[in-house]
């Protein structure tokens, strides 16, 4: 059964860096379609970046393009959120999800298997 585990989150003040990683086990990484997710509280769960399987298509949340990227290993099973420039409202949960197969895009609906999270706090 394949798992998903974050780590990376912490507290940075605003305009600091951060690097979340997921760790993909029970199955190889490069079959997946995945994301990051992160919500806030009192607030839903929104797409942040996506990476459909091989790379073929990357999206990015419009707030956080030029200052995030998605990437994955395929030899480390691992994806990645290297986050930049950091802002206070960018505060939330982080969330890696996947599929198995083709998906694209920043909606949670299709992404069935899901990390517990991991905390970012920015200051100002």
């Known amino acids: 059964q394949v798992q998903l585990m974050e780590s990376g989150g912490g507290s940075v003040e605003a305009g600091g860096s951060l690097r979340l990683s997921c760790g993909v086990s029970?199955?190889?990484?490069?079959?997946?379609?995945m994301a990051w997710f992160r919500q806030a509280p009192g607030k839903g769960r929104e797409g942040v970046a996506s990476f459909s399987i091989g790379g073929g298509k990357i999206y990015y949340k419009d707030s956080v393009k030029g200052r995030f990227t998605i990437s994955q290993d395929y030899a480390k099973n691992t994806l990645y959120l290297q986050m930049n420039s950091l802002k206070p409202e960018d505060t939330a949960m982080y969330y890696c999800?996947?599929?198995?197969?083709?998906?694209?895009?920043?909606?949670?609906?299709?992404?069935?298997?899901w990390g517990q999270g991991t905390q970012v706090t920015v200051s100002s």
């Open positions: 029970g199955d190889a990484s490069s079959r997946y379609s």
């Open positions: 999800a996947g599929t198995r197969g083709y998906l694209y895009g920043l909606s949670p609906a299709g992404y069935f298997v």
